[in-house]
């Protein structure tokens, strides 16, 4: 399965929203579906799992969406700390876990 | 909190063995899987294989005639092994604490992934002469 990321760069403002999308070459399961923050010289962060569930400590700026093959994460209000590279992945196929290209959200 | 640490030589000469550890401290192996991902230059992630606290593993088919990775649960740490190495194999290594959980029996089991929760900070990676 592939997963692809749109756009591939968003440029935006702080306080703008954003809206990230995944969409996978046939249809997954929801609980496969995870979401990543990376930001430079980081490691990436788990922000969503299970397609809609945030993760620990991550604000609710954040949420997920999506069934089938299309998802969305949407991030209100960016924070300057929010612009970043965003990727989606998914479990369960060959490999076990692949990853979406990435989005990459700018300051505008 | 869990913490992860990967080490190991930053250049590596090509076609010899690429060799990382990933070190866990403030928690356990058991019942975690533990990932290794890495990530080219100015590119994206890319996982490559995981095992199991109990030593089960699976590897990405891409690299899995080259990746072994292998763990030490009485020093709390797992390593990656990849051989035959070139130019292409030049990346950040990152391993990545993966929770997996079953529910359920026979007919009903299921599966529930809950994410890569805890990530070392990398380990970057060379390979040149």
């Known amino acids: 399965i592939v997963l692809t990321q749109s756009p591939g760069t968003l440029s935006l403002s702080p306080g703008e929203g954003a809206t990230l999308s995944c969409r996978a070459s046939q249809s997954v399961t929801n609980t496969y579906l995870t979401w990543y923050q990376q930001k430079p010289g980081q490691a990436p962060r788990l922000l969503i799992y299970g397609a809609s569930s945030r993760a620990t400590g991550i604000p609710d700026r954040f949420s997920g969406t999506g069934s089938g093959t299309d998802f969305t994460l949407t991030i209100s209000r960016l924070e300057p700390g929010d612009f970043a590279v965003y990727y989606c992945q998914l479990y369960g196929d060959s490999p076990l876990w692949t990853f979406g290209q990435g989005t990459k959200v700018e300051i505008k | 909190q869990v913490q992860l640490q990967e080490s190991g030589p930053g250049l590596v000469k090509p076609s010899e063995t690429l060799s990382l550890t990933c070190t866990v401290s403030?928690?356990?192996?058991?019942?975690?899987?533990w990932s290794w991902i890495r990530q080219p230059p100015g590119k994206g992630l890319e996982w490559i294989g995981y095992?199991?606290?109990?030593?089960?593993?699976n590897y990405n088919p891409l690299l899995k005639s080259r990746v072994t990775i292998s763990v030490d649960t009485s020093k709390n740490l797992f390593s990656l092994k990849m051989s035959s190495v070139t130019a292409a194999d030049t990346a950040i290594y990152y391993c990545?604490?993966?929770?997996?959980?079953?529910?359920?029996?026979?007919?009903?089991?299921?599966?529930?992934?809950?994410?890569?929760?805890?990530w070392g900070q990398g380990s970057p990676v060379t390979v040149s002469s």
């Open positions: 095992i199991y606290f109990s030593g089960d593993t």
């Open positions: 403030g928690g356990s192996l058991n019942n975690y899987y």
């Open positions: 990545a604490r993966t929770v997996l959980r079953s529910y359920g029996s026979g007919t009903s089991r299921y599966s529930y992934y809950y994410g890569m929760d805890v």
